[in-house]
């Protein structure tokens, strides 16, 4: 059974702070996903990383992947308050389309 | 371009009634699959369809059952509801496998 997990669960900094959420999945896989989401709505695709040192930049959060070591981080640069959501990584795997989601991270970014 | 599109966006329905849920894909995707979002279990992967076919199925009880369409709409049906079935259930679709996923905006159920 994959399992993903992610860490911290919950995260709260100061704007203009960096940090570094994690996401650890048990099994080979090389597809891995962070979305976003904001309370009461859907989710938002951020980064789709496809291939073991798969970087993608997107304004000041940043994915990477390292299907060897089977984590993918998330890292926040300079954070501001829009950035507050919760943040989920999930791995696609076997054959067919399913995703397993790490348990979320609720980033709280303060004044 | 036209997203995913669910519908309705909120249910409130009676213990033991049943319910229907309706996912539009993203128009040429063929795969759509669906999830559950509660406070305590997280997000979980119910079952996926592609061609009229259910390919994965979750770890559900038979009560949860869907189908997908020719034209790739998809349904999914919750029977004999329970306390617990009350969720987030979202619907997403994707091109093929490896490019992502689009996520609809989801449709409250609340069993009472």
């Known amino acids: 059974e994959l399992k993903v997990e992610q860490n911290p669960l919950f995260l709260s900094m100061q704007e203009g702070k960096n940090y570094t959420i994690y996401c650890n999945y048990s099994?080979?896989?090389?597809?891995l996903y962070w979305y976003r989401q904001d309370p009461g709505k859907s989710l938002e695709s951020l980064f789709v990383?496809?291939?073991?040192?798969a970087v993608k930049q997107e304004g000041r959060l940043m994915a990477s992947l390292d299907t060897k070591a089977r984590l993918s981080t998330l890292h926040i640069t300079a954070a501001v308050h829009d950035l507050s959501a919760t943040y989920f990584c999930?791995?696609?795997?076997?054959?067919?389309?399913?995703?397993?989601f790490g348990g979320g991270t609720r980033l709280m970014v303060k004044p | 371009k036209a997203g995913v599109t669910q519908t309705p966006r909120y249910l409130i329905k009676t213990r033991g009634q049943q319910v229907t849920l309706s996912c539009s894909p993203i128009?040429?995707?063929?795969?759509v699959s669906w999830y559950q979002q509660t406070p305590g279990q997280g997000l979980q992967f119910l079952f996926e369809?592609?061609?009229?076919?259910?390919?994965n199925k979750g770890n559900f009880p038979g009560r949860f059952s869907g189908r997908q369409f020719s034209n790739s709409r998809s349904e999914m049906n919750v029977s004999t509801l329970e306390l617990g079935d009350s969720a987030l259930y979202l619907c997403?679709?994707?091109?093929?496998?490896?490019?992502?996923?689009?996520f609809g905006s989801g449709t409250r159920l609340t069993v009472v």
């Open positions: 997403a679709s994707s091109l093929v496998e490896g490019s992502g996923y689009t």
């Open positions: 099994t080979t896989s090389d597809r």
């Open positions: 128009s040429g995707h063929r795969s």
């Open positions: 999930a791995v696609d795997w076997d054959a067919g389309n399913m995703l397993t």
């Open positions: 369809y592609f061609s009229e076919t259910q390919r």
């Open positions: 990383l496809l291939s073991n040192g």
